[in-house]
Protein backbone atom coordinates (compact mmCIF):
# COMPACT_ATOMS: atom_id res chain seq x y z
CA UNK A 1 0.00 0.00 0.00
CA UNK A 2 1.31 3.62 -1.02
CA UNK A 3 2.55 5.75 1.95
CA UNK A 4 0.87 9.35 2.63
CA UNK A 5 4.54 10.89 1.60
CA UNK A 6 4.29 8.43 -1.63
CA UNK A 7 1.36 9.42 -3.29
CA UNK A 8 1.77 13.14 -2.33
CA UNK A 9 4.77 13.11 -4.53
CA UNK A 10 2.70 11.15 -7.45
CA UNK A 11 0.11 14.00 -7.19
CA UNK A 12 2.30 16.59 -6.88
CA UNK A 13 4.63 14.87 -10.48
CA UNK A 14 1.29 14.83 -11.34
CA UNK A 15 0.04 18.46 -11.14
CA UNK A 16 3.55 19.77 -13.30
CA UNK A 17 2.70 17.32 -16.09
CA UNK A 18 -0.42 18.81 -16.01
CA UNK A 19 0.74 22.28 -16.53
CA UNK A 20 3.27 21.17 -18.87
CA UNK A 21 6.12 21.56 -16.18
CA UNK A 22 9.59 19.79 -16.49
CA UNK A 23 9.94 16.62 -14.22
CA UNK A 24 6.51 16.45 -14.16
CA UNK A 25 4.74 12.27 -15.10
CA UNK A 26 1.34 11.75 -15.11
CA UNK A 27 0.18 9.19 -12.53
CA UNK A 28 -0.09 5.93 -13.31
CA UNK A 29 -1.61 4.28 -10.09
CA UNK A 30 -2.95 1.11 -11.62
CA UNK A 31 -3.33 -1.69 -9.49
CA UNK A 32 -2.62 0.50 -6.69
CA UNK A 33 -3.66 -0.22 -2.86
CA UNK A 34 -5.64 2.84 -2.05
CA UNK A 35 -7.72 1.71 0.11
CA UNK A 36 -9.12 4.06 2.81
CA UNK A 37 -6.81 7.36 1.72
CA UNK A 38 -7.11 10.57 2.16
CA UNK A 39 -7.09 11.94 -1.45
CA UNK A 40 -9.71 14.67 -0.02
CA UNK A 41 -9.72 17.56 -2.74
CA UNK A 42 -6.46 15.60 -4.83
CA UNK A 43 -5.98 16.73 -8.56
CA UNK A 44 -5.90 13.28 -10.62
CA UNK A 45 -7.73 14.97 -13.62
CA UNK A 46 -6.56 12.14 -16.25
CA UNK A 47 -4.86 9.86 -13.84
CA UNK A 48 -4.83 6.04 -14.30
CA UNK A 49 -6.16 4.55 -11.34
CA UNK A 50 -7.86 1.47 -13.43
CA UNK A 51 -8.13 -1.65 -11.43
CA UNK A 52 -6.95 0.73 -8.02
CA UNK A 53 -8.25 -0.43 -4.89
CA UNK A 54 -10.28 2.68 -3.80
CA UNK A 55 -12.38 1.32 -1.01
CA UNK A 56 -13.52 3.46 1.23
CA UNK A 57 -11.19 6.08 0.71
CA UNK A 58 -11.97 9.81 0.87
CA UNK A 59 -11.70 11.47 -2.40
CA UNK A 60 -14.49 14.54 -1.77
CA UNK A 61 -14.26 17.49 -4.00
CA UNK A 62 -11.38 15.37 -5.45
CA UNK A 63 -10.56 16.27 -9.43
CA UNK A 64 -10.74 12.98 -11.69
CA UNK A 65 -11.88 14.66 -14.79
CA UNK A 66 -10.94 12.30 -17.73
CA UNK A 67 -9.61 9.83 -15.31
CA UNK A 68 -9.11 5.77 -15.97
CA UNK A 69 -11.16 4.46 -13.38
CA UNK A 70 -12.30 1.42 -15.60
CA UNK A 71 -12.74 -1.71 -13.06
CA UNK A 72 -11.96 0.22 -9.76
CA UNK A 73 -12.96 -1.19 -6.68
CA UNK A 74 -14.99 2.36 -5.14
CA UNK A 75 -16.80 0.56 -2.89
CA UNK A 76 -18.20 2.70 0.10
CA UNK A 77 -15.55 5.69 -0.97
CA UNK A 78 -16.22 8.86 -0.22
CA UNK A 79 -17.37 10.92 -3.69
CA UNK A 80 -19.37 14.12 -2.72
CA UNK A 81 -18.82 17.01 -4.74
CA UNK A 82 -15.75 15.20 -6.81
CA UNK A 83 -15.28 15.99 -10.35
CA UNK A 84 -15.53 12.83 -12.92
CA UNK A 85 -16.70 14.73 -15.51
CA UNK A 86 -16.00 12.10 -18.53
CA UNK A 87 -14.33 10.17 -16.07
CA UNK A 88 -13.75 5.95 -17.77
CA UNK A 89 -15.85 4.11 -15.01
CA UNK A 90 -16.70 1.18 -16.75
CA UNK A 91 -17.34 -2.13 -14.39
CA UNK A 92 -16.25 0.16 -11.46
CA UNK A 93 -17.74 -0.90 -7.44
CA UNK A 94 -19.32 2.13 -6.40
CA UNK A 95 -21.75 -0.26 -4.37
CA UNK A 96 -22.76 2.06 -1.44
CA UNK A 97 -20.39 5.04 -2.50
CA UNK A 98 -20.98 9.20 -1.83
CA UNK A 99 -21.66 10.69 -5.08
CA UNK A 100 -24.02 13.43 -3.35
CA UNK A 101 -23.56 16.43 -5.50
CA UNK A 102 -20.78 14.58 -7.98
CA UNK A 103 -20.43 16.33 -11.38
CA UNK A 104 -20.55 13.22 -13.66
CA UNK A 105 -21.65 14.63 -16.93
CA UNK A 106 -20.35 12.26 -19.89
CA UNK A 107 -18.98 9.47 -17.89
CA UNK A 108 -18.71 6.12 -18.53
CA UNK A 109 -20.52 3.81 -15.90
CA UNK A 110 -21.57 0.95 -18.54
CA UNK A 111 -21.83 -2.00 -16.11
CA UNK A 112 -21.09 -0.15 -13.19
CA UNK A 113 -22.26 -1.40 -9.66
CA UNK A 114 -23.93 1.61 -8.39
CA UNK A 115 -26.01 -0.82 -5.98
CA UNK A 116 -27.28 1.75 -3.00
CA UNK A 117 -25.06 4.47 -3.68
CA UNK A 118 -25.88 8.28 -3.01
CA UNK A 119 -26.72 9.97 -6.33
CA UNK A 120 -28.55 12.59 -4.59
CA UNK A 121 -28.01 15.89 -6.68
CA UNK A 122 -25.37 14.34 -9.05
CA UNK A 123 -25.17 16.10 -12.47
CA UNK A 124 -25.19 12.61 -14.83
CA UNK A 125 -26.04 14.79 -17.84
CA UNK A 126 -25.45 12.56 -21.08
CA UNK A 127 -23.40 10.09 -18.69
CA UNK A 128 -23.39 6.18 -20.07
CA UNK A 129 -25.88 4.12 -17.69
CA UNK A 130 -26.11 1.38 -20.28
CA UNK A 131 -26.38 -1.84 -18.11
CA UNK A 132 -25.28 -0.53 -14.77
CA UNK A 133 -26.35 -1.78 -11.43
CA UNK A 134 -28.85 0.91 -10.20
CA UNK A 135 -30.71 -1.09 -7.81
CA UNK A 136 -31.44 1.12 -4.11
CA UNK A 137 -29.44 4.15 -5.25
CA UNK A 138 -30.81 7.67 -4.57
CA UNK A 139 -30.81 9.64 -7.59
CA UNK A 140 -32.98 12.16 -5.74
CA UNK A 141 -32.76 15.86 -7.48
CA UNK A 142 -29.88 14.26 -10.20
CA UNK A 143 -29.74 15.41 -13.36
CA UNK A 144 -30.29 12.46 -15.76
CA UNK A 145 -31.23 14.52 -19.49
CA UNK A 146 -29.29 12.48 -21.62
CA UNK A 147 -27.85 9.75 -19.88
CA UNK A 148 -28.31 6.35 -21.36
CA UNK A 149 -29.85 3.63 -18.82
CA UNK A 150 -30.53 1.13 -21.62
CA UNK A 151 -30.35 -2.18 -19.16
CA UNK A 152 -29.88 -0.32 -16.22
CA UNK A 153 -31.16 -1.92 -12.95
CA UNK A 154 -33.10 0.51 -11.29
CA UNK A 155 -35.51 -1.75 -9.23
CA UNK A 156 -36.26 0.24 -5.97
CA UNK A 157 -34.04 3.34 -6.92
CA UNK A 158 -35.40 6.53 -6.01
CA UNK A 159 -35.65 8.53 -9.24
CA UNK A 160 -36.14 12.03 -9.91
CA UNK A 161 -37.85 11.74 -12.98
CA UNK A 162 -41.23 9.44 -13.52
CA UNK A 163 -38.86 6.14 -15.50
CA UNK A 164 -40.57 3.29 -16.73
CA UNK A 165 -38.69 0.74 -18.04
CA UNK A 166 -39.73 -2.50 -20.02
CA UNK A 167 -38.61 -5.39 -21.12
CA UNK A 168 -37.36 -7.59 -22.17
CA UNK A 169 -38.66 -6.79 -25.62
CA UNK A 170 -37.99 -6.40 -29.09
CA UNK A 171 -35.43 -8.34 -31.45
CA UNK A 172 -32.77 -7.69 -29.15
CA UNK A 173 -34.69 -8.73 -26.34
CA UNK A 174 -33.71 -5.77 -24.08
CA UNK A 175 -35.30 -3.05 -21.72
CA UNK A 176 -37.55 -0.19 -23.34
CA UNK A 177 -37.04 3.15 -21.20
CA UNK A 178 -39.34 6.28 -20.77
CA UNK A 179 -38.76 9.09 -19.55
CA UNK A 180 -42.42 10.85 -18.92
CA UNK A 181 -41.48 13.53 -17.51
CA UNK A 182 -39.00 14.74 -20.41
CA UNK A 183 -40.50 12.46 -23.11
CA UNK A 184 -37.70 10.66 -24.01
CA UNK A 185 -37.63 6.78 -25.14
CA UNK A 186 -34.63 4.91 -25.10
CA UNK A 187 -34.37 1.84 -27.25
CA UNK A 188 -31.01 0.14 -27.74
CA UNK A 189 -28.57 1.89 -29.67
CA UNK A 190 -31.70 3.94 -31.48
CA UNK A 191 -30.34 7.42 -32.14
CA UNK A 192 -26.44 7.15 -30.73
CA UNK A 193 -28.65 5.46 -27.55
CA UNK A 194 -29.80 9.00 -26.87
CA UNK A 195 -33.70 8.08 -28.37
CA UNK A 196 -35.91 10.66 -29.01
CA UNK A 197 -39.49 11.46 -28.27
CA UNK A 198 -42.52 9.22 -27.67
CA UNK A 199 -43.99 10.70 -31.70
CA UNK A 200 -40.74 9.66 -33.23
CA UNK A 201 -40.31 6.39 -31.75
CA UNK A 202 -43.63 5.58 -32.47
CA UNK A 203 -42.65 6.48 -35.90
CA UNK A 204 -40.16 4.43 -36.27
CA UNK A 205 -41.99 1.17 -34.70
CA UNK A 206 -44.00 1.71 -36.97
CA UNK A 207 -41.61 1.80 -39.93
CA UNK A 208 -39.70 -0.99 -39.05
CA UNK A 209 -42.17 -3.42 -38.35
CA UNK A 210 -45.27 -4.64 -39.98
CA UNK A 211 -48.62 -4.75 -38.09
CA UNK A 212 -48.78 -8.63 -37.68
CA UNK A 213 -45.29 -8.51 -36.64
CA UNK A 214 -44.42 -9.72 -33.02
CA UNK A 215 -41.99 -6.90 -32.30
CA UNK A 216 -44.56 -4.35 -33.37
CA UNK A 217 -47.15 -5.74 -30.95
CA UNK A 218 -44.97 -5.35 -28.07
CA UNK A 219 -43.57 -2.20 -29.00
CA UNK A 220 -47.18 -0.83 -29.50
CA UNK A 221 -48.22 -1.92 -26.01
CA UNK A 222 -45.22 -0.72 -24.45
CA UNK A 223 -46.18 2.75 -26.35
CA UNK A 224 -49.65 2.51 -25.28
CA UNK A 225 -48.83 2.23 -21.41
CA UNK A 226 -46.19 5.66 -22.19
CA UNK A 227 -48.49 7.56 -23.71
CA UNK A 228 -51.22 6.86 -20.90
CA UNK A 229 -48.25 7.78 -17.88
CA UNK A 230 -47.31 10.53 -20.33
CA UNK A 231 -50.66 12.12 -20.30
CA UNK A 232 -51.38 11.57 -16.71
CA UNK A 233 -47.88 13.39 -15.75
CA UNK A 234 -48.95 16.20 -17.88
CA UNK A 235 -52.00 16.48 -15.78
CA UNK A 236 -50.34 15.95 -12.67
CA UNK A 237 -47.44 19.25 -13.93
CA UNK A 238 -50.66 21.52 -14.52
CA UNK A 239 -52.85 20.83 -11.63
CA UNK A 240 -49.47 20.51 -9.29
CA UNK A 241 -50.02 17.41 -8.19
CA UNK A 242 -46.59 16.13 -9.41
Same mark, same amino acid.
Given at each position: ????EQM?K?? !?SH??W? &?? /? ?6 N???AN? #???NL???NL???NL ?5 R ?8 ? #?????RDA ?6 ? #? ?13 LCD???? =?AN???A?L?DA?L ?5 CG?N????N????N??G?D?C????R?A??CG???? =??? $????I?Q ?6 RR??T?Y ?5 IV??G?W??YKG?S $???? /?E &? ?8 N??Y ?9 F ?7 V? !?? /??GAA
Open positions: MLTKDII !EGKL &RM /EDGGSRALCDL #CDARGACDACDANLGADLCDADL #CDANLNLRGANL #CDANLCDANLRGADADLC =DLRGDCNRGANLALCDALCDALRALDANLGNLANLC =DAN $LPKYIIGPIGSSYINADDDQCCNDG $LVEF /E &RVAGEYTADLHKEYSAAIGLKAVRAMRV !ET /ET
